[in-house]
């Protein structure tokens, strides 16, 4: 499965940014899809997911509210609105995905088996 991942930018606090991630697969392949991030100097950490044919959603504590993770199954795409953003923000964005039902926690970036090239958004203050 191939990632590709978009929308990444420079964004004052408080502006708005929406980052796409196309998969190369039909969407019901791809079971859970997701969103992580990786500051510098920092571990990569979850930021949401998605199940694709349940249609749950899970967020970090630092997204909820501020970010909105959805799907266009017909376009084999995934989105991640981002609103109110914070210079703590910045870093590059991943998209990632797995077909696996029971691949244990969405939280988790070893869940995942495939992963885009990444996307970087900078919030400046």
């Known amino acids: 499965v191939q990632l590709q991942a978009s929308g990444g930018g420079l964004v004052q606090a408080g502006g708005s940014l929406r980052l796409s991630c196309t998969t190369s697969r039909r969407a019901d392949d791809t079971y859970v899809m997701g969103w992580f991030r990786q500051a510098p100097g920092k571990e990569r950490e979850f930021v949401a997911a998605?199940?694709?044919?349940?249609?749950?959603?899970y967020y970090a504590d630092s997204a909820k509210g501020r970010f909105t993770i959805s799907r266009d199954n017909a376009k084999n795409t995934m989105y991640l609105q981002m609103n109110s953003l914070k210079p703590e923000d910045t870093a590059v964005y991943y998209c990632?995905?797995?077909?696996?039902?029971?691949?244990?926690?969405?939280?988790?970036?070893?869940?995942?088996?495939?992963w885009g090239q990444g996307t970087l958004v900078t919030v400046s203050s």
């Open positions: 998605n199940t694709w044919r349940g249609g749950s959603t």
């Open positions: 990632t995905a797995d077909g696996r039902a029971d691949g244990g926690n969405y939280y988790l970036a070893a869940r995942y088996n495939y």
